[in-house]
Every structure is written in structure tokens, then in C-alpha cells.
């Protein structure tokens, strides 16, 4: 049996530094969210993971609006 190398085959291979999918930046958020659905009996334990869902997104916003900067430079 020969041994299959993707590369070489060039079929829907694509290295992970080569694609731009921000899903990475959205897995903490999502997860946040469905936590908060889930488990939401405890309010201080929903206000912190509120918090941590806010500062996550302000993260991205910042990190997104730093790399439009640089484009424009």
C-alpha cells in the first residue's frame, strides 16, 4: 500500500498558516455563550462569564481594527 501524501496530491490540502479563518477567535466566545445558557443558576458565576464574553469580544474588535490599520499603511 502506497503511502498517501497530501501535499503532493494537492486535494484539498491547505496548511493551517495559509488559511484565514478567525473561527479560532470565535471558539472561546461560543463556548462562553453556551456555558451562560447552560449553567446559569449561580448570577455570579453568569455575571463573570458575561464579563470574560465582553472581554473577549473587545479583544477581537481591537485585534480586527489594528490589522485594518496596518493594511492602510
Keep these: 500500500m502506497a503511502y498517501y501524501d497530501a501535499q503532493r496530491a494537492n486535494i484539498g490540502y491547505?496548511?493551517?498558516?495559509?488559511?484565514?479563518?478567525?473561527?479560532?477567535?470565535?471558539?472561546?466566545?461560543?463556548?462562553?455563550i453556551r456555558l451562560v445558557i447552560v449553567e446559569h443558576d449561580n448570577p455570579v458565576n453568569t455575571l463573570l462569564h458575561t464579563c470574560a464574553i465582553l472581554v473577549l469580544t473587545i479583544s477581537y474588535a481591537i485585534i480586527k481594527f489594528s490589522s485594518k490599520q496596518k493594511e492602510k499603511l
Excluded: C, E, M
Aim: proline share 16%; no cysteine; glycine share 6%.
Design 14 to 32: 491547505t496548511p493551517a498558516f495559509q488559511r484565514a479563518v478567525p473561527a479560532p477567535k470565535y471558539f472561546g466566545i461560543t463556548a462562553l
